[in-house]
């Protein structure tokens, strides 16, 4: 009976390049996906830890400003307008009146209470930032908003509290920035998945061809 030994070395080398080709972009894959949620999940609380620091400091200096000698507390609020990430800074007295601000959506009055976000609930004691997601009336873009109460050092009284405002497009921004600083390592990993599939298949092919030539000639 002859045998045709190169037609089943044939189809057994498509078989398994497809199956190792299969399995390595199947992994590499997934583990590239689920590289790339880790990396922008991480710049993600980066940024908003570094949002909740930065309201917890101006809290601090809050405290140890408001009604008496405010210049500190406004060389700080001039230190975080510089930042473009933020879209609004509020300091408020203990009745919600304005009393140190910026705010790239607009004016507003210190003095006046403030009612730029409708039933905006503003925490009365805690060291804890109160976070949510409000979305803008005139462009529908959703905008962190973080605030906290401004106690003092006893935390017996309330003094007042701080807002701050991170629109959710800088964070989108942050982590797409991210993505391309990874990316060339991705492709690079993606290239390595490829090679190794190759060099599966070519030992694929080699332990087939040791296997039939033992079986049919030996």
Not at 28 to 48: H, K, P, V
Not at 64 to 85: C, F, P, Q, T
Not at 143 to 156: K, P
């Given at each position: 009976?002859?045998?045709?030994?190169?037609?089943?070395?044939?189809?057994?080398?498509?078989?398994?390049?497809?199956?190792?080709?299969?399995?390595?972009?199947?992994?590499?894959?997934?583990?590239?996906?689920?590289?790339?949620?880790?990396?922008?999940?991480?710049?993600?609380?980066?940024?908003?830890?570094?949002a909740?620091?930065?309201?917890?400091?101006?809290?601090?200096?809050?405290?140890?400003?408001?009604?008496v000698?405010?210049?500190?507390?406004?060389?700080?609020?001039?230190?975080?307008?510089?930042?473009?990430?933020?879209?609004?800074?509020?300091?408020?007295?203990?009745?919600?009146?304005?009393?140190?601000?910026?705010?790239?959506?607009?004016?507003?009055?210190?003095?006046?209470?403030?009612?730029?976000?409708?039933?905006?609930?503003?925490?009365?004691?805690?060291?804890?930032?109160?976070?949510?997601?409000?979305?803008?009336?005139?462009?529908?873009?959703?905008?962190?908003?973080?605030?906290?109460?401004?106690?003092?050092?006893?935390?017996?009284?309330?003094?007042?509290?701080?807002?701050?405002?991170?629109?959710?497009?800088?964070?989108?921004?942050?982590?797409?920035?991210?993505?391309?600083?990874?990316m060339?390592?991705?492709?690079?990993?993606l290239?390595?998945?490829?090679?190794?599939?190759?060099?599966?298949?070519?030992?694929?092919?080699?332990?087939?061809?040791?296997?039939?030539?033992?079986?049919?000639?030996?």
């Amino acid at each position: 009976m002859n045998f045709d030994i190169s037609g089943d070395i044939l189809r057994l080398w498509v078989r398994s390049a497809i199956i190792s080709f299969a399995l390595f972009l199947l992994t590499g894959g997934t583990l590239s996906a689920y590289y790339m949620n880790s990396i922008m999940n991480s710049r993600e609380d980066q940024i908003i830890r570094k949002a909740e620091s930065d309201l917890a400091d101006l809290a601090d200096i809050t405290a140890d400003s408001i009604g008496v000698d405010e210049l500190m507390l406004i060389n700080y609020v001039n230190r975080l307008k510089k930042n473009n990430a933020y879209a609004y800074l509020f300091v408020l007295d203990n009745k919600n009146m304005i009393v140190q601000y910026f705010d790239r959506r607009g004016r507003h009055e210190s003095g006046r209470a403030l009612s730029d976000i409708p039933g905006r609930k503003l925490p009365d004691s805690g060291r804890q930032a109160a976070k949510t997601v409000y979305p803008l009336e005139k462009t529908g873009e959703m905008i962190h908003d973080f605030s906290i109460a401004v106690n003092d050092r006893f935390g017996n009284r309330r003094l007042g509290s701080v807002i701050l405002g991170l629109p959710d497009k800088v964070i989108a921004g942050e982590k797409h920035d991210e993505l391309l600083k990874n990316m060339p390592f991705l492709i690079g990993s993606l290239i390595m998945i490829m090679v190794c599939s190759i060099i599966s298949s070519f030992l694929c092919i080699s332990m087939a061809k040791k296997f039939f030539e033992s079986e049919y000639y030996y």
